[in-house]
């Protein structure tokens, strides 16, 4: 399993440079046939300006089923599953 420290990746960056970072992460360890974890301890929000240059990134370009087979998170807020999940739901209804 790859776990990806995401305080790490956004640590010194902005928004989009961090989901950059994040999504190359994704895609460099994707096809190690294993499920990516990413961490979120120390992370205290998740803006669209993040979320579109990665995760948004990659539904576009491996689908939404591809991201909840593959990408899990761990030391999550319920604040942050919940941003999580809105954000994956309005991708599903545009």
Not at 19 to 45: A, F, K, Q, W
Not at 65 to 82: H, P
Request: one cysteine or more.
């Amino acid at each position: 399993m790859c776990t990806i420290k995401l305080y790490d990746v956004m640590n010194g960056k902005d928004f989009p440079d961090a989901g950059n970072s994040l999504y190359d992460l994704i895609v460099e360890h994707m096809h190690d046939n294993e499920r990516i974890t990413i961490d979120l301890d120390g992370i205290s929000s998740l803006p669209s300006m993040f979320l579109n240059v990665s995760i948004g990134r990659y539904m576009d370009e491996f689908g939404v089923e591809s991201l909840r087979n593959k990408i899990g998170f761990v030391k999550i807020t319920k604040a942050q599953a919940e941003r999580i999940k809105e954000y994956i739901d309005k991708y599903v209804r545009k």
